[in-house]
C-alpha cells in the first residue's frame, strides 16, 4: 500500500527521512519578505534537509528556529548573496550568537563531508536525465564591498555611489583593518556619499545595515585617519573628487 512519503518530489542527495514541513515553511517566512531570493531559499531548504538527515540534530524533529537561521545565513554567502550577523539576526529574531555558532557546526557538518555532488537521475520512462548540482563552497566569507551593492540600492543612492563605495570598501579590507565588513561597508558609503556631496544620514545607514551610529563614526575616523593610503590623489582626481 503507498503512503504519502511515496508522492512527495524525489530529493537528491538528502536521505528519505525529512524534516518537519513546517521548517520550510517558516523558511519562506523569514525569506520572502526581506527580498530574499528563490535561490536562495532553495538552497536553505537544501542545507537544512541535508543536516537533518545527516544526524546534525539528531532525533529531534522540532523546528531549531537558530538552526533556521545558520542555514539561511549559510545559503546567502553559498550563493554569493551575503547578509551580515546583525541582518540575520533582526531578520529572524535570533541572536548573532547563536546564528554564528550554528554557522560554524554547518560549516564544519558540511567541510568534513566534502559536499560536492552532482547526481543524475532518470525520470520513470523518460529519457531525460535531470541534473541537480549542489556544490558547498568552503571559506566562503563575507566582504565589506558585496554589503555595499545591497545597502546603497535600499538606500536610493545614485550608480556612481555603489561603484565608489564599493572600491572604498576594497580598499580598506586589503590595506587590513580590524573593523568587521559591516563597519568597513556602513562607513565607505557614509565616508563615499560625503566626498560626492550627497546628503545621507549615520542614522539612515544604521538602519539598513543594523549598525550603530557610534559603530558607524569610528569607522569613518579610521578611513580618514589613512586617508591619504586609502583615498590616494590619483583615485581622488580619476573620479572627481575632493576631500
Same mark, same amino acid.
Not at 529572524?92 to 557546526?105: A, P, Q, Y
Not at 563615499?192 to 550627497?198: E, F, H, K, S
Given at each position: 500500500?503507498?503512503?504519502? #512519503?511515496?508522492?512527495?518530489?524525489?530529493?537528491?542527495?538528502?536521505?528519505?527521512?525529512?524534516? @518537519?514541513?513546517?521548517?520550510?515553511?517558516?523558511?519562506?517566512?523569514?525569506?520572502?519578505?526581506?527580498?530574499?531570493?528563490?535561490?536562495?531559499?532553495?538552497?536553505?531548504?537544501?542545507?537544512?534537509?541535508?543536516?537533518?538527515?545527516?544526524?546534525?540534530?539528531?532525533?529531534?524533529?522540532?523546528?531549531?528556529?537558530?538552526?533556521?537561521?545558520?542555514? +539561511?545565513?549559510?545559503?546567502?554567502?553559498?550563493?554569493?548573496?551575503?547578509?551580515?550577523?546583525?541582518?540575520?539576526?533582526?531578520? &529572524?529574531?535570533?541572536?548573532?550568537?547563536?546564528?554564528?555558532?550554528?554557522?560554524?557546526?554547518?560549516?564544519?557538518?558540511?567541510?568534513?563531508?566534502?559536499?560536492?555532488?552532482?547526481?543524475?537521475?532518470?525520470?520513470?520512462?523518460?529519457? #531525460?536525465?535531470?541534473?541537480?548540482?549542489?556544490?558547498?563552497?568552503?571559506? #566562503?566569507? &563575507?566582504?565589506?564591498?558585496?554589503?555595499?551593492?545591497?545597502?546603497?540600492?535600499?538606500?536610493?543612492?545614485?550608480?556612481?555611489?555603489?561603484?565608489?563605495?564599493?572600491?572604498?570598501?576594497?580598499?580598506?579590507?586589503?590595506?587590513?583593518?580590524?573593523?568587521? @565588513?559591516?563597519?568597513?561597508?556602513?562607513?565607505?558609503?557614509?565616508? &563615499?556619499?560625503?566626498?560626492?556631496?550627497?546628503?545621507?544620514?549615520?542614522?539612515?545607514?544604521?538602519?539598513?545595515?543594523?549598525?550603530?551610529?557610534? #559603530?558607524?563614526?569610528?569607522?569613518?575616523?579610521?578611513?580618514?585617519?589613512?586617508?591619504?593610503?586609502?583615498?590616494?590623489?590619483a583615485w581622488l582626481q580619476k573620479n572627481g573628487l575632493? +576631500?
Amino acid at each position: 500500500m503507498a503512503t504519502k #512519503t511515496n508522492k512527495m518530489p524525489k530529493q537528491h542527495g538528502c536521505p528519505r527521512s525529512f524534516p @518537519p514541513v513546517e521548517v520550510f515553511d517558516q523558511i519562506d517566512a523569514f525569506c520572502e519578505g526581506s527580498g530574499i531570493p528563490k535561490v536562495v531559499i532553495e538552497m536553505a531548504k537544501y542545507l537544512y534537509m541535508e543536516a537533518h538527515g545527516g544526524g546534525l540534530f539528531g532525533h529531534n524533529c522540532s523546528i531549531h528556529k537558530a538552526m533556521v537561521a545558520g542555514c +539561511i545565513f549559510a545559503a546567502c554567502r553559498q550563493c554569493e548573496l551575503p547578509r551580515s550577523f546583525q541582518e540575520m539576526s533582526k531578520l &529572524t529574531n535570533v541572536s548573532k550568537s547563536d546564528i554564528g555558532k550554528n554557522f560554524k557546526l554547518l560549516d564544519m557538518f558540511f567541510s568534513s563531508q566534502a559536499y560536492f555532488k552532482v547526481e543524475d537521475e532518470e525520470e520513470n520512462s523518460a529519457e #531525460t536525465t535531470c541534473k541537480y548540482q549542489y556544490r558547498y563552497k568552503i571559506g #566562503t566569507k &563575507t566582504h565589506a564591498k558585496d554589503l555595499c551593492e545591497r545597502w546603497c540600492s535600499q538606500l536610493g543612492l545614485e550608480h556612481k555611489c555603489h561603484q565608489l563605495s564599493q572600491e572604498l570598501a576594497h580598499r580598506v579590507e586589503h590595506d587590513g583593518t580590524s573593523r568587521s @565588513p559591516v563597519s568597513v561597508a556602513a562607513a565607505s558609503i557614509f565616508t &563615499t556619499c560625503r566626498l560626492m556631496g550627497q546628503d545621507i544620514s549615520r542614522q539612515s545607514i544604521s538602519q539598513v545595515s543594523c549598525t550603530h551610529e557610534l #559603530t558607524i563614526s569610528n569607522a569613518c575616523k579610521d578611513i580618514y585617519h589613512d586617508r591619504e593610503r586609502l583615498m590616494d590623489s590619483a583615485w581622488l582626481q580619476k573620479n572627481g573628487l575632493d +576631500i
